[in-house]
């Protein structure tokens, strides 16, 4: 290793003789899979620290897990455990990855500029312009415009932007609330299409357990025959407010239901893919800190694979109707959890 440029020791030196802190978050994902040697990890981090002299504390985050940039962990672990109670009136971060797309500097990734703007610093700046002194931009939204940050595809924070309609059905219909599209249904035996992650099942658990319906799930039941035959088993019992909550992706399975259920509703969760990589690392991230979590993850190439599968519903098929779902933020358990949910991952 080697210091990109030897005024960078004193560049750190101002800050810290202002009562900065000088702290290095890192990524050292190499360690858990045995690429990097911890020892040879640790000697290369004390060997910088001792020579830019300066006291400092240094997080490595060596697992894909919370505490994994972009993530927040490593920074919640440092203000709860070791900034001594004193509360941070600034702090700004200084990075190499930035997710710069040029030819003449192409960034491997964008983890330390989407860390930054998970965490609310102040600003951003490359080690480049750090050590050239130049003025910081006035936030880590403005440095994302600075340096053509190529950022990802999907933007949590506007999952908070589509709460202004639950549905619309295939007439054009808005609805506003859930007892409104409860209200609308021409009947009462729905079936959810979407895809792994598209939020079936949590809509299901706060939307439509507490108006009674019942849930018919081949993941609890364990394969479509006995989901068949609990459907046969409802319609029995009297049982009208039915759900068949499996991803129902091709038209071909969904003539079964269609069968057994006249009249059946289906209710499309028409979430994009990247918005499902989404909810699905937040479901995982959720598991790894809290194993009796909900609602569970699937690997990531499930959601590719089924994705290709999608046929998406129409009323040619035999629906009475067919409902366009809106993602439907709830409510969390923690602030911690909220925040978590509308960051980069």
Not at 49 to 78: E, Q
Not at 286 to 309: F, H, S, T, W
Request: with cysteine; net charge positive.
């Amino acid at each position: 290793w080697r210091l990109i440029d030897t005024k960078i020791v004193q560049r750190i030196r101002d800050f810290t003789k202002r009562n900065y802190r000088f702290v290095i978050f890192s990524n050292q994902a190499g360690i858990s899979s045995g690429a990097s040697p911890l020892k040879s990890v640790q000697k290369r981090f004390e060997d910088a620290i001792k020579r830019i002299n300066i006291p400092c504390i240094a997080m490595l985050a060596t697992k894909d897990d919370i505490y994994r940039k972009p993530r927040p962990g490593m920074f919640w672990v440092y203000q709860n455990s070791f900034n001594d109670a004193v509360e941070i009136s600034e702090k700004f971060m200084i990075g190499d990855a930035a997710g710069r797309k040029s030819s003449i500097k192409k960034d491997h990734s964008a983890v330390d500029i989407l860390f930054a703007y998970n965490v609310k610093f102040d600003s951003f700046q490359t080690p480049e312009d750090f050590v050239a002194s130049k003025p910081m931009q006035s936030s880590v939204q403005d440095a994302m415009t600075l340096y053509s940050t190529n950022l990802p595809s999907f933007r949590p924070q506007s999952l908070n932007e589509n709460n202004k309609f639950v549905a619309c059905n295939d007439s054009g219909e808005y609805f506003k609330s859930i007892q409104e599209l409860l209200e609308s249904l021409p009947s009462k035996a729905i079936l959810f299409v979407g895809l792994p992650g598209s939020g079936k099942s949590y809509f299901f658990n706060n939307h439509l357990s507490k108006h009674g319906y019942k849930e018919v799930s081949r993941d609890r039941l364990g394969s479509m025959d006995k989901c068949e035959q609990h459907i046969k088993k409802l319609i029995s019992e009297g049982e009208t407010k039915i759900v068949v909550n499996n991803l129902n992706l091709e038209e071909n399975g969904r003539r079964k239901f269609l069968q057994l259920l006249p009249g059946l509703v289906c209710f499309y969760f028409h979430s994009t893919r990247s918005q499902c990589l989404h909810l699905n690392n937040y479901r995982r991230l959720m598991r790894q800190m809290n194993a009796d979590y909900e609602y569970a993850p699937v690997p990531e190439p499930v959601i590719y694979a089924n994705e290709k599968k999608l046929n998406e519903p129409t009323k040619d098929e035999g629906f009475s109707s067919v409902y366009r779902i809106s993602f439907i933020v709830g409510d969390f358990d923690s602030e911690q959890q909220q925040q978590l949910f509308f960051m980069y991952l």
